[in-house]
T-cell receptor, first 115, second 112 residues
Framework: AQSVAQPEDQVNVAEGNPLTVKCTYSVSGNPYLFWYVQYPNRGLQFLLKYITGDNLVKGSYGFEAEFNKSQTSFHLKKPSALVSDSALYFCAVRDIGGGGFKTIFGAGTRLFVKA | NAGVTQTPKFRVLKTGQSMTLLCAQDMNHEYMYWYRQDPGMGLRLIHYSVGEGTTAKGEVPDGYNVSRLKKQNFLLGLESAAPSQTSVYFC???????????FGSGTRLTVV
């Protein structure tokens, strides 16, 4: 069965510093991997995805993520954090080998960026 | 360019009452999903649909029913609401590739 883990409930970073939000996954086949962001009282917004190809994928708002197959990780990164990046971030995985129509979401990591 | 629209946005129910949440998408997506979001648990899939007239159970389907009579609409029903169903409900849709979901803004449901 597929699963995804976000080991940190909360990440705190100062504005201008680099940020990393961690994600590890488990699937039986090849994964599709995603990051979403949720601002207060809003639905989730798609940030970026890994399907195949280059392990470093770039997404919206200057975010990027690196797919590491050996470590089964897909950490979200940004070189310089903004206060406006403060939000709830979800990692998600879909097991394409399992013929799945279902995407599994992690529990979420709350990012606080301090001015 | 509405995307995914959920109604209502807020609702308070008494235990045992019934209600229907409506999700409508205007992107011609084949797949639609209902999730519930609870603190510390992320999003859990309730039911999903891979096309008009089809539905399937997700992780937490008990106490919920769904219907997809039209491609653009996906309804979530609670026949007899329970306090354990207090949650924020999100509808989402995607293409058949599932390369990324488009979410609605959510329905906050409280069952007292």
């Amino acid at each position: 069965a597929q699963s995804v883990a976000q080991p940190e409930d909360q990440v705190n970073v100062a504005e201008g510093n680099p940020l990393t939000v961690k994600c590890t996954y488990s699937v039986s086949g090849n994964p599709y991997l995603f990051w979403y962001v949720q601002y207060p009282n809003r639905g989730l917004q798609f940030l970026l995805k890994y399907i195949t190809g280059d392990n470093l994928v770039k997404g919206s708002y200057g975010f990027e993520a690196e797919f590491n197959k050996s470590q089964t990780s897909f950490h979200l990164k940004k070189p310089s954090a903004l206060v406006s990046d403060s939000a709830l971030y979800f990692c998600a995985v879909r097991d394409i080998g399992g013929g799945g129509f279902k995407t599994i979401f992690g529990a979420g990591t709350r990012l606080f960026v301090k001015a | 360019n509405a995307g995914v629209t959920q109604t209502p946005k807020f609702r308070v129910l008494k235990t045992g009452q019934s209600m229907t949440l409506l999700c409508a998408q205007d992107m011609n997506h084949e797949y639609m999903y209902w999730y519930r979001q609870d603190p510390g648990m992320g999003l859990r899939l309730i039911h999903y649909s891979v096309g008009e007239g089809t539905t399937a159970k997700g992780e937490v389907p008990d106490g919920y029913n769904v219907s997809r009579l039209k491609k653009q609409n996906f309804l979530l029903g609670l026949e007899s609401a329970a306090p354990s169903q207090t949650s924020v409900y999100f509808c989402a849709s995607s293409t058949t590739q599932g390369y990324g979901y488009t979410f609605g803004s959510g329905t906050r449901l409280t069952v007292v």
